[in-house]
């Protein structure tokens, strides 16, 4: 045994850290300790929990989401949050309800049970993410988001693809009963489609491996999961068996270039030909998603046993203007409201003119990467204001299409100039939009 290694998780505390040791030698370190500290201590307050000790077991009470919400309850918090998308939230809002229905009676029946796992079709900042993280809001579900880019087949180069688990396990706070009936979201799933049919000797370790890895993961089974970080080494570090059997899996990727298979096999144009951008950048062409067949996603690049894995397919269609403007307005977590409230708290209002917050969606469309875009345009615009509003001390700022130019044009003209803006420098966009 290595004197400079700790006993559960091998880092080297040679390179320094707290520890603690025991008379025959063995080394603590202090991150384990704290984390098998939190779990006695919630172990603890669960026994003392009259409430929960009542249950009779520690296992999840997942029947509490059923009897507390239905599709079209689930489907109305999903509103709250995330603008359009009608047909994308009633699926998705009936796959989850189905999937906890059936796990809230699978000790109660000999039927047996095929998770509806979900994939999601879209353009970037669609909605795809912001769908299952809203979800795991709502329902109170252990969540985690992997981002495919990282994976690679066991034992290359880059992240095993049972660390998406432990991401799933620290926020279940390390309750592996928990855990396994969460919910994880695959980003960026499209990016593991397989190399082109070029003929290659060498193995196809970032696409086809990992769609292999994952099959396992997404039917159901026992896995290893490492308490640390890294490249799974069970030799050498403390694991956890997690069964993935009732983890609900949804995936989700931007698909370029999906939309040209669809249209091949409809027999439609979908921006095909020598002038055509290689990238899909209509919304009709995103609508063709919502008629995807399997066989179109096995033509792209994905293998028929991970296609058949992910029974629930929908599309999410691209953000038309008049979206980009419910966006900034109604949902709970709208832009308008977050910045309102950090120029409130320095005692400044905030108002937003209409031709204000057209010139924003403007400027925001022209970028080409959906919802998202409208949170960089807010900050480059606001920036300024937000830097000096404590030292200037106004009492209001309106945001016009006029203050919009302003700003923008500010940005412009000092972005290649070397050094700092200083605060107390003169802005024209604070000049031209004090309101009393």
Excluded at 22 to 46: H, P, Q, S, Y
């Amino acid at each position: 045994m290595n004197q400079n290694l700790c006993f559960f998780c091998s880092k080297d505390l040679k390179k320094g850290g707290d520890f603690v040791q025991n008379r025959e030698g063995m080394l603590l370190c202090k991150t384990c300790v704290e984390t098998a500290t939190d779990i006695f201590n919630r172990k603890t307050a669960w026994d003392k929990d009259p409430v929960k000790k009542g249950t009779g077991a520690k296992k999840p009470n997942f029947k509490r989401i059923i009897e507390k919400f239905s599709p079209k309850d689930i489907y109305d918090a999903l509103s709250e949050y995330i603008i359009g998308q009608d047909t994308a939230k009633k699926v998705v809002s009936l796959a989850v309800y189905n999937h906890y229905k059936v796990l809230s009676l699978i000790d109660q029946t000999d039927v047996e049970f095929e998770k509806s796992n979900i994939l999601l079709l879209g353009p970037t900042g669609s909605g795809k993410t912001l769908i299952a993280r809203t979800l795991s809001k709502i329902l109170q579900i252990p969540f985690a988001i992997g981002d495919c880019t990282s994976y690679t087949e066991a034992g290359y180069v880059g992240d095993d693809v049972e660390n998406v688990l432990l991401s799933l396990l620290i926020d279940a706070n390390y309750e592996v009963e928990e855990a396994e009936r969460g919910i994880i979201y695959l980003d960026e799933i499209d990016k593991k489609a397989k190399s082109g049919g070029n003929v290659s000797i060498s193995r196809d370790v970032s696409g086809e491996g990992v769609q292999q890895a994952f099959l396992k993961l997404i039917e159901g089974t026992v896995a290893n999961v490492p308490l640390t970080a890294g490249r799974k080494n069970p030799m050498s570090q403390q694991v956890a068996k997690v069964d993935t059997k009732h983890i609900l899996f949804i995936c989700g990727g931007a698909f370029n270039g999906l939309e040209k298979i669809i249209a091949k096999r409809l027999h439609t144009s979908a921006g095909m030909g020598f002038t055509a951008d290689p990238m899909p950048k209509t919304i009709a062409d995103f609508r063709l998603f919502h008629k995807v067949e399997p066989p179109d996603l096995i033509e792209y690049g994905f293998i028929p046993e991970f296609v058949g894995r992910l029974p629930v397919k929908v599309a999410l269609n691209g953000l038309e203007r008049n979206d980009f403007i419910k966006i900034l307005k109604e949902p709970k977590n709208s832009l308008i409201r977050q910045f309102s409230k950090l120029f409130e708290m320095d005692g400044c209002e905030l108002v937003f003119t209409d031709d204000g917050l057209e010139k924003l969606v403007d400027v925001a469309l022209s970028e080409k990467i959906g919802a998202r875009g409208l949170r960089d345009v807010f900050e480059r615009v606001l920036r300024e204001e937000m830097f000096s509003l404590r030292e200037t001390k106004i009492s209001g700022v309106k945001v016009d299409a006029q203050f919009v130019d302003k700003a923008l044009e500010f940005l412009d003209t000092n972005s290649s100039k070397e050094g700092r803006v200083s605060p107390k420098s003169s802005n024209p966009t604070i000049e031209a939009a004090v309101a009393g």
